[in-house]
């Protein structure tokens, strides 16, 4: 067993402000179930985990950690846990089973949602919620390529917004529209190990183009965002008074050798690739990085100076989704058609044989804060928006062989504790630095279904029995430190 650091810093006791957001980030195919009850449509993913071959461990998500039947249950264990907010997403075909703009709306699934709003307010809790985390209804994929037919899909995203909106809006007040839409364009469209399975590379995908088709999805995600961020500022804000985000996904990449010029522009060009593809349309130019023009030319969709004015602005905050760092190195070869990284290598050592990290459980995972001390000040300085980290955190290893004998058994996990520990002294830093970080969501309350990966990546603060009919939950003790963690760094 590998020995814990619990030593809280005392130089940033009380460096976040009052009103800091902190919990857990989950998403509805990893965790809900009940794939196909109470009239819930089928996703996309649902679909995927059905397709023999796509999962790791051939497992499903019909289903994922039962969250669906123990949402109360899971709502009380987060209380007891200090959590002051949760961020949750909202399944498109459990609210509009078909998708589409003029289907029929479930009222199951919209009571399924205001129940667990309600049990979180109860507790205490900030419900944050996100539209889209990856699951677009099948019936949309089916009908017509879904994100590939920007005008209908726009249509049918706008209408799901509206019901979601019109629903909760009236308590919940912290929205996201699209979780990582550069992960999701570029599993799905690009390498196809994510749903929709789309890739011309090898013999990964079924169909489509790995060249052109996520920078396509891509631009629809910005697009169908800007739009429903413009209907929710005019048709919902006066009385509800929230916000509008998008959850943007980057790990900091950091030069293979400092000492060359060319080496610090690949590993400026990756994060513009990564970060800026999105977030450069969103809060600064609204258009796309330079870099990405130069390489990609006209593979890369063109917004006109009114969508530019639409698009820039539409998000109210910064959503920050980050893990890990890399080190990278230039390539003198022109870039393949496929490349989407901004033709650089990528390595787990520096030139002079520095890790990035320790290793998780997770091969491109590895414990970081230095990276991620660079990538809060880099966002903060490059767009100077008020930053809510959206998912952050780790899988360690060992943990399948757990064995709990009795009720209230606690799976000791070092790895994480360091991991939390760490990477948050490095929030309360930047704080006191004049960044300005206003949520923590760890990645995430239980252990859970993790898309391709299946059951096997354990990434809960909350270790679950996946061979029980119930998914039995027990605590980690990454849960009570990140608890008293938190009333360290959080000013009273």
Not at 169 to 179: A, E, F, H, S
Not at 206 to 216: I, L, W, Y
Not at 252 to 281: K, L, N, V, Y
Not at 452 to 480: I, L, N, P, Q
Request: glycine share 10%; hydrophobic share 35%.
């Amino acid at each position: 067993m590998e020995d814990y650091n619990l030593t809280l810093d005392p130089s940033v006791k009380g460096a976040l402000p009052p009103d800091f957001h902190w919990g857990y980030a989950t998403a509805a195919a990893q965790t809900e179930g009940a794939w196909d009850r109470d009239g819930k449509g089928e996703s996309c993913w649902d679909r995927f985990g059905h397709t023999p071959g796509r999962i790791k461990d051939q497992s499903t998500c019909d289903d994922a950690t039962r969250s669906y039947d123990f949402y109360r249950e899971d709502v009380r264990r987060m209380k007891s846990y200090g959590a002051t907010a949760y961020r949750f997403s909202i399944s498109w075909s459990r609210v509009v089973p078909l998708g589409g703009k003029d289907d029929p709306v479930s009222r199951s699934g919209v009571q399924f949602y205001s129940s667990l709003v309600d049990e979180l307010l109860a507790s205490g809790i900030a419900p944050f919620a996100t539209l889209f985390h990856w699951d677009v209804p099948q019936a949309l994929d089916e009908g017509y390529g879904g994100m590939l037919d920007r005008e209908r899909y726009v249509a049918d995203f706008s209408r799901y917004a509206r019901v979601c909106f019109g629903a909760l809006g009236g308590r919940v007040k912290r929205w996201i529209t699209y979780n990582e839409p550069g992960v999701y364009a570029l599993a799905g469209f690009a390498a196809g190990v994510h749903a929709p399975g789309r890739s011309s590379l090898g013999e990964t995908g079924a169909g489509g183009d790995s060249g052109t088709e996520p920078f396509v999805v891509a631009h629809t995600q910005l697009l169908s965002h800007a739009h429903v961020a413009r209907m929710y500022r005019e048709e919902f804000r006066p009385a509800q008074g929230g916000s509008v985000m998008v959850a943007l996904h980057g790990n900091w990449s950091e030069p293979w050798d400092a000492s060359d010029p060319r080496d610090g522009e690949a590993a400026q060009r990756a994060r513009e690739f990564e970060i800026a593809w999105f977030a450069d349309p969103l809060y600064k130019t609204g258009d796309y990085p330079r870099c990405m023009r130069d390489q990609l030319g006209d593979r890369l969709p063109i917004f006109t100076e009114e969508e530019k004015r639409l698009v820039l602005g539409s998000s109210d905050f910064y959503g920050m989704n980050s893990y890990t760092s890399f080190y990278v190195r230039h390539r003198d070869e022109a870039p393949d058609v496929a490349d989407h990284k901004g033709n650089v290598e990528v390595f787990d050592e520096n030139k002079e044989g520095v890790s990035r990290g320790k290793e998780s459980d997770t091969p491109w995972l590895r414990t970081s804060p230095w990276g991620w001390a660079k990538l809060l000040r880099w966002i903060w300085d490059r767009y100077g928006v008020p930053i809510y980290v959206t998912e952050n955190g780790t899988t360690a290893k060992g943990e399948h062989d757990f064995k709990p004998e009795r009720e209230g058994d606690v799976l000791e996990d070092p790895h994480r504790v360091d991991f939390f520990n760490s990477y948050l002294t490095e929030v309360a830093k930047a704080s006191q630095e004049g960044v300005v970080v206003k949520s923590y969501f760890a990645w995430t309350f239980a252990d859970n279904w993790e898309w391709a990966a299946g059951y096997t990546d354990r990434f809960g603060v909350t270790w679950v029995d996946f061979e029980s009919e119930e998914k039995k939950r027990y605590t980690k003790r990454s849960a009570y430190f990140m608890k008293e963690l938190f009333d360290h760094l959080i000013k009273k």
